[in-house]
């Protein structure tokens, strides 16, 4: 048996090889043996893949050959045995044809044949499944080229080439889907040819979402599908849920949607594994809320103390009407003697229900000012207990508690002030007069705009003059503390849940005449004069302007423009069924008034909003991080920044509602109590809250506290500072000093706080708008 | 003085002159040690808010007029003669005593470092009782409402609403003496007399106790945030966020020069008003560090609404005035500034004449104030009694609502004179003073 070896060597080869070089009308001329046509080699092949076998056979007239022998020419051109088995060469060589010859005697039948590129023979892949969209392969084998191409489900991936046994390429799936994904191997021409395997693809499904609709905020879903593992991930519009597995078609997750998400639709997805961005995906439709959440907390800034948590998104789906009808029905604080008042006031501003009445109550307390004593239950609690009930409720009835409420006409003299008796005396005029400038009309006629009205001499109009305030200091003569009923409520023996009790026989039954035209005929009785002084002053065009400027000043705005003003008024004159007064119309007219409602979108204007005083500022900071972990010591907080609530120095309060910006002409009333220092001081009182770190207030709130459990980093908490604390419209510059400051804290809680304290002791923060 | 943008201008060159805080506090000390070759002035404002009772603060001695203030004062109200402290010569003929609270107000008196200014209150220009009757416009508006007289003495007007107050508006003429801060330094409350056209005071108080101390570096972050929002379109965001930018660097002059003063060794009652007095001096003693000659300073004292039961109340916040400025006497003759500061007093207005029915007294107008100080022509009763007599001559109503004799703007610019101001700064200051052809008071 002769064997013809292909050599690489070309200094070995034999002439006969060399010539093969040639054409094949050259090949013609230098045959050594002469070419027969009677013998034929089969099978009749053109081409060879480099690397395949062939079984060649001859025949002469149809009849098989055997007394010839077998040779394959050219270069590298493979070798063939005796029996005309060809091995065709690993490669393809140059030039890329072998010569098959069998030679008999002086004849010889030949096949010259081309030889193409080999076929791709991938033996293994080295992933078992596909679990991603995108995944790294590598391909071991043989028969690979430098330009072999690994498709996909046929489409062809940038493949990299290592050698001839090993490929690889990032698989990219078309979609998500489970099932079997070819993956093909494929040479190109000359001879191009394929091979392929097939790898499963493994992906959650998703068929079914329970419930199909869900509102904005925390929401449980149940997922069933496929494809689910113990790694399996559901994503609520791209933000991990807490995933329960339950089976491979069985998920249940608990998520966060952002409330102030504003479309109609959420995207559910269950990635294989965390962090895997592939995913099946199927969007379930939302509760179309009421008002957007941006626009509910700022309304909790106004009808309550503040942006909680809860009640923002409350408010979102009860919308303000719907939040104002439920709150006029939820009825004030419970105090209980002899604790002290203002540990469940703050208890309930800072966590109760029934926050709307509370914010107009101490609204109305900014002018309507007691002064209690050391001995705090009865001092304070029964007028607070009585602005509490009047807040919504009708400002006549406000009126018969400011002139029979021991305490408040206590601190302004009115107990004991008896008729003249003598001529070396008069009635002390304090609460006569205080009572009409401070409570209910002030100096200067207004109009109903709030503006003053002004005399032909440039000058304001007085609303009284001294003859109006002896008149009534007189009217109001003869009244004194009344009998003991109520022991608890007792201090120095006066029983401070008493009215005030009449003694007619120290009443000046004198003539009387307020307001230069108002007659109280002489020998009227105590009450009656009261009455007529009180209907009077009711009566006045001056109390429903300088109520509703007050009212809105401590709501809204500062500075309401005069048409505001106007129609608030209006409102107080008459609620619409007849009745004046009725402060539940009025608070919901200036609440949801055009001028009010108008920041909920807009950008902020010039001299829009407020600035916090020290008791709405504590208020806000305790909702708004549900700081709910303290002692007593937080009540006395707003004193330390200038307003000890329920315990002014004088019945001027706190702030005079017409104090103006120093060298501006912007009201702010709050203003007034916020200098070099004590914005220092609420700085320093800010982080003490946050903290829990003194003052009373105690660190473990956080661990339940929306801010700091809600969100997974800090650009994600700043955004939800954004709309929690600036209903969307965070100055974009805060917000990058923000972030820029906590990127050096690696402490995540630290870095948090850090965050929540800056965002909340931004002016655009404490100006509330 | 400085304002708000002097001020940053200021401590942005110390900036580019390459350090922070410690070199910018170097440059503080330099011009403090130019400015202190000047020397020194400073007015001490004290007002009473609630209305003191000044007719029974200052007090006629002569028999004849004693008798008719005993008289109208009745038995609820008038002090014994034999209890006043007298007061040493004669001013305009007359005797005077003082309420026996004031010892050592009387004896500053007759030691020539006090006087008094009788009869005195918000007028827009001299008027007699037939005047004002015929013309209601010369009363000042809102007449006898507390905030609104208050607001009335301490701007010089007579308006409702001031804008600005005159200690503002002296603050405004002495930037360049004040220093690193502003020449209006408020121990008090806030109040309009602070307040000045360019200039704002800024508020001291001794150190306070709970206070909680922010992490390193995060003072910057706050100043960051508000620098930013101090550009903010909302005029309220913007002036917060301004005045916190102003005050970061204000604070750390006025509590080195808190600090400076610290070495003060007079003993001051532990009472609030001692406490706010005693500030008052150590700031004074710290005045190199601010680099001021001249500052105006701001405080209050008592609540004087004594409608009800008057009689002991009123001797315990006299007293308690007394005491503190007794000390505070001590404290500037201690630093050498005996007579370099001046104290006065203001009030809302006098109260009635006449008792009312609860052993107290009622809103007023014309009043007697105090004023203090090494460096004034003391001993003297200036201006002029009120007739005592009810529905007189003096008498607004029928009660003893004195029609006052001397304006605020006479005294007022009279304190403005002692301070140097020119004819021309007066005038500017004290707008309604060309009303009055007797011009300032001379303190």
């Keep these: 048996m002769m064997t013809r070896r292909i050599s690489s060597t070309a200094a070995l080869l034999p002439v006969m090889f060399l010539l093969l070089f040639a054409t094949a009308g050259e090949r013609t001329l230098v045959a050594q043996a002469t070419i027969v046509t009677d013998t034929i080699i089969s099978p009749a092949l053109t081409t060879v893949h480099a690397g395949d076998t062939v079984q060649f056979s001859v025949s002469k007239n149809g009849v098989p050959a055997t007394n010839g022998y077998w040779t394959s020419g050219g270069n590298n051109a493979g070798f063939i045995n005796d029996a005309g088995f060809y091995q065709a060469p690993l490669n393809v060589p140059t030039p890329a044809t072998a010569n098959i010859v069998y030679y008999m005697g002086p004849t010889m039948a030949q096949l010259l044949v081309t030889i193409t590129n080999p076929r791709p023979k991938p033996d293994s892949i080295n992933v078992s499944s596909f679990t991603q969209l995108a995944t ?508 000890d609530f329920w315990h002014a120095n004088s019945v001027f309060g706190f702030y005079p509602t017409t104090y103006r910006i120093p060298g501006t002409t912007i009201n702010s009333p709050q203003f007034d109590l916020f200098n070099n220092l004590t914005q220092l001081h609420r700085s320093q009182y800010l982080w003490a809250i946050i903290n829990g770190s003194s003052n009373g207030f105690l660190p473990q709130y956080q661990s339940n506290s929306w801010l700091f459990t809600a969100f997974t980093s800090v650009p994600d908490l700043v955004e939800g500072l954004n709309h929690q604390l600036f209903h969307g419209q965070m100055p974009a510059a805060t917000q990058s000093e923000i972030l820029n400051y906590c990127s050096g804290i690696s402490n995540q809680n630290d870095a948090f706080a850090a965050a929540i304290f800056l965002a909340m002791n931004s002016d655009s923060f404490n100006v509330v708008h | 003085m400085i304002n708000r943008r002097t001020f940053l201008s200021r401590v942005s060159k110390a900036t580019f002159a390459g350090a922070s805080a410690p070199l910018w506090l170097n440059l503080i000390s330099s011009q403090a040690f130019a400015q202190a070759a000047g020397s020194y002035k400073a007015v001490v404002l004290v007002s009473l808010p609630g209305g003191n009772d000044g007719n029974n603060t200052l007090i006629p001695m002569d028999s004849a007029e004693y008798n008719e203030y005993a008289t109208l004062r009745g038995n609820t109200l008038a002090i014994s003669q034999g209890t006043l402290l007298g007061l040493a010569g004669k001013s305009n003929g007359k005797s005077y005593a003082v309420h026996p609270s004031l010892r050592n107000i009387s004896s500053f008196y007759n030691q020539k470092r006090a006087s008094f200014v009788a009869n005195i209150g918000p007028m827009r220009a001299p008027a007699t009782k037939a005047q004002i009757l015929a013309d209601s416009t010369l009363l000042p508006e809102a007449l006898l409402s507390h905030p609104q007289q208050l607001a009335q003495w301490e701007s010089a007007t007579t308006s409702a609403a001031p804008v600005t107050g005159w200690g503002g508006r002296m603050a405004d003429l002495l930037t360049t003496q004040s220093g690193s801060l502003p020449a209006l330094i408020d121990a008090g409350p806030s109040s309009i007399f602070t307040v000045g056209n360019a200039v704002q005071g800024i508020a001291v108080q001794a150190d306070g106790g709970d206070l909680v101390a922010l992490p390193t570096g995060m003072d910057a972050a706050i100043l960051a945030v508000a620098q930013s929002e101090s550009q903010s379109p909302n005029a309220i965001i913007a002036q917060a966020a301004q005045l916190r930018v102003l005050s970061a660097k204000q604070q750390v002059v006025l509590r080195q020069a808190q600090a400076a003063g610290s070495g003060l060794q007079t003993a001051f009652p532990a009472s609030g008003f001692g406490n706010v007095l005693k500030t008052i001096a150590q700031v004074m003693a710290g005045r190199s560090v601010v680099g001021a000659s001249r500052q105006i300073f701001y405080c209050t004292q008592g609540g004087y609404d004594t409608h009800q039961n008057q009689w002991a109340a009123h001797a315990a916040q006299l007293a308690d005035l007394d005491a503190g400025l007794g000390a505070f006497m001590s404290a500037l003759d201690e630093l050498g500034l005996t007579n370099q500061v001046l104290v006065c007093t203001h009030s809302d207005f006098n109260r009635t004449m006449q008792a009312n029915s609860t052993q107290g007294s009622d809103h007023a107008w014309g009043n007697h104030q105090i004023i203090l100080g090494g460096g004034i022509q003391g001993g003297q009763v200036l201006g002029t009694m009120p007739v005592l007599e009810f529905g007189g001559s003096s008498d607004l109503g029928a009660l003893g609502t004195w029609i006052p004799t001397t304006s605020v703007t006479q005294m007022t610019a009279g304190v403005g004179a002692w301070m140097g101001l020119s004819q021309a700064q007066l005038a500017g200051v004290f707008p309604d003073l060309a009303n009055f052809p007797a011009g300032a008071l001379v303190i």
């Design chain 1, 136 to 643: 790294p392969i590598a391909i071991h084998g043989h028969g690979f080229l430098p330009n072999t191409v690994i498709s996909v489900q046929g489409r062809p991936m940038p493949t990299n080439y290592l050698n001839e046994s090993w490929i690889t390429t990032v698989a990219t799936l078309s979609a998500p889907k489970s099932g079997s994904v070819p993956v093909t191997v494929t040479n190109p021409n000359p001879g191009m040819s394929s091979a392929t395997l097939t790898v499963p693809a493994v992906f959650p499904a998703v068929s079914v979402i329970t419930p199909s609709k869900v509102p904005v905020g925390w929401a449980t879903l149940s997922l069933s599908g496929s494809g689910y593992t113990t790694n399996s991930v559901v994503m609520l519009d791209g933000r991990p849920m807490q995933t329960t597995f339950n089976s491979a078609t069985s998920l249940t997750a608990r998520g966060y949607l952002p409330p102030w998400h504003t479309g109609t639709t959420a995207t559910v997805t269950v990635v294989p594994q965390p962090g895997s961005p592939n995913s099946a995906s199927k969007s379930i439709a939302l509760i179309k809320p009421a008002t957007t959440y941006d626009a509910a907390a700022r309304f909790a800034t106004q009808a309550a103390f503040g942006p909680r948590p809860g009640l923002v998104e409350h408010i979102q789906q009860v919308g303000f009407q719907g939040f104002l009808n439920e709150q006029n029905k939820l009825p004030g604080v419970t105090y209980t003697p002899p604790a002290l008042p203002r540990y469940p006031y703050l208890q309930a501003v800072a966590s109760g229900s029934s926050l709307l009445r509370l914010r107009v109550a101490m609204a109305l307390q900014t002018f309507i000012v007691n002064q209690g004593t050391f001995d705090e239950f009865p001092s304070y609690a029964p007028w607070e207990m009585k602005l509490e009930a009047d807040a919504l409720g009708n400002y006549r009835q406000l009126m018969n508690d400011m002139v029979s409420d021991a305490r408040l006409t206590g601190f302004l003299n009115l107990p004991g002030n008896y008729m003249n008796m003598n001529e070396s005396s008069h009635p002390n005029q304090n609460f006569a007069r205080e009572f009409m400038q401070l409570f209910t009309l002030g100096t200067s006629l207004l109009n109903d705009d709030g503006s003053s009205q002004m005399g032909a001499n440039g000058q304001v109009i007085p609303t009284y003059d001294q003859n109006t305030i002896l008149d009534l200091s007189r009217a109001f003569t003869g009244w004194n503390y009344g009998p003991v009923v109520n022991s608890q409520f007792v201090s120095y023996g006066v029983d401070f849940s008493q009215p005030l009790a009449p003694f007619d026989q120290y009443h000046d039954h004198g003539a009387k005449t307020l307001f230069g035209t108002v007659a109280l005929p002489a020998g009227q009785d105590i009450n009656t004069d009261r009455t007529a002084a009180l209907n009077a002053i009711f009566n006045h065009s001056n109390l429903p302007p300088f109520v509703s400027v007050r009212l809105i000043q401590q709501l809204v705005k500062s500075n309401p423009t005069p048409a505001y003003v106007a129609r608030i008024s209006a409102v107080f004159k008459n609620n619409g069924k007849g009745v004046r007064g009725d402060l539940s119309a009025v608070v919901s007219a200036i609440l949801l008034d055009p001028e009010a409602r108008a920041g909920d979108t807009a950008q902020v204007t010039a001299n829009d909003g407020f600035l916090q005083d020290p008791l709405l500022f504590e208020a806000f900071a305790m909702n708004i991080l549900q700081q709910t972990q303290w002692d007593g010591e937080p009540i006395y907080l707003p004193g330390k920044l200038g307003e």
